[in-house]
């Protein structure tokens, strides 16, 4: 195994936008990107803006490792109540399986543990064995099974939706600059979190919307052309009323204490070693 000891890790610059989206991009296989954030026309733009905003662990911080004057790998930690969410990781395929992304992840959780931050979280996309077992070896247990579904909407036709959506002009001039926003939609006592995925898709985390005709009589009338991009719990499709439901793709949440993640990338010279998330065998 190779360790590429000329590589350093450093907190991202505004000027690195266009190469952390590229990397990241090419960490997604097959149709996923398509569903993600990262597909979006104004990607590169607000991965810049968050970087130049970007405070201690108060917005998504992003790292990159750099050899030379190439830019080999990335990754995103999001602040949670007690901890960071590693939303991505990625190395070039050029440099994989020389402990770039294990260096990636120990800096990005050293700067988390010392802004008090104590667990971590993050969620698996198609439930990759061999990535499972890395973030296993690093402390992290598997949690939840969850599943993406598209899902072909037929729009009820409702005259008064009587649902109230809020934050839908902020959501339309974020989706302008950066090709995705997120408002929300109260129909009765329950509130659903809507977010709008390039010109295609809604995005919503709650399979119960699947089933309340208000809600979605609001999303028809917003845009009937958009279909929805749904997250449930376990392999079942949600239920949807005759709709045309199609899997995207599976995702594995795991947990972790950032403190064993650590001792276990800094100390266990074979693991550090060893192939990280996307970072080759």
Sequence with gaps: MVIDRATAVRSARTDDADTIVSLLRGAFE????????????????????????????????????????DLIGTC????????????????????????????????????????????ITLDVAGGVRSVVDWYARLGLVAGQWYHWWRVGVRWPAVAAPQAVVQGLPQAFASFSAYGFGAFSVAADAR?????????????????????????????????????LLVRSAGVDPPAGGGMEVAMA?????MTGAIAIA???????????????????A
């Design 191 to 227: 509130v659903y979190e809507v977010g709008l995925l390039g010109p295609s898709w809604f995005r919503v985390t709650d399979s119960e919307l699947l089933s309340d005709v208000r809600a979605l009589g609001a999303l028809g009338v917003i845009d009937p052309r958009r279909g």
């Design 249 to 253: 793709f599976p995702s594995l949440h």
């Design 262 to 280: 650590l001792e276990r990338l800094e100390a266990n010279v074979p693991l550090a070693c060893g192939a990280g998330p996307r970072d080759g």
């Design 30 to 69: 097959g149709d996923v990107l398509g569903v993600t954030p990262l597909s979006c026309s104004g990607i590169v733009a607000y991965v810049r803006d968050q970087i130049h905003w970007q405070s201690v662990l108060s917005d998504p911080t992003y790292f990159v490792a750099q050899c030379g004057a």
């Design 76 to 119: 995103e930690v999001q602040p949670t109540a007690h901890g960071v969410h590693l939303a991505y990781i990625a190395v070039a395929p050029g440099h994989r399986g020389r402990a770039v992304g294990s260096r990636l992840l120990a800096h990005a959780l050293a700067f988390a543990r010392t802004a008090g931050r104590v667990s």
